[in-house]
């Protein structure tokens, strides 16, 4: 696990940057802290790398936005307001995470019994004088590739 200091909002949107340019079509992220703690930031960063220009707000009573780039789909999952994993089978869960999707997932404990492992695990906390932290944990090989990107970009 790898911890990174976030001195302010613009150093969230720029590991949100960084793990934007690393990413490939089929990679899941998790994203989990507690509210205010930076996760959606993270996903605006990720998407402006997309060339986005719009709100980004997080999904909390649609559960999913989607968002296509260049034939890349990617989708920013909010899973807070879930009550149970089960309600996930409603709206055909596994039909977004394909081989050429990207999913952002913020509070996956919420329905982390149906989903599948991401490739890497984001903890994002809040620290010393209005900065966070960032816990970073891959767990698959394409996890440690997205892990090392982001390492060697700071």
């Not at 089929?26 to 790398?49: E, P, S």
């Not at 990617?74 to 596994?94: K, M, T, V, W």
């Not at 997205?146 to 970009?153: G, M, T």
């Amino acid at each position: 696990m790898h911890k990174i200091i976030l001195a302010n909002e613009g150093a969230t949107l720029n590991l949100g940057t960084h793990l934007a340019q690393a990413s490939q079509e089929n990679t899941i992220i998790f994203l989990t802290g507690t509210l205010g703690a930076g996760k959606t930031t993270l996903v605006r960063g990720f998407l402006r790398a997309f060339g986005h220009q719009g709100v980004v707000k997080s999904p909390t009573y649609t559960l999913v936005e989607t968002y296509i780039f260049n034939q890349k789909q990617l989708y920013h999952f909010d899973f807070y307001r879930l009550a149970a994993p089960q309600e996930l089978e409603f709206i055909g869960l596994q039909d977004y995470f394909t081989s050429d999707s990207i999913c952002l997932v913020e509070w996956p404990e919420h329905g982390e019994s149906l989903l599948p492992p991401p490739d890497l695990y984001i903890s994002l906390e809040y620290a010393v004088n209005n900065s966070r932290s960032a816990c970073l944990q891959a767990n698959t090989k394409k996890g440690e590739t997205l892990l090392q990107s982001i390492l060697e970009s700071r």
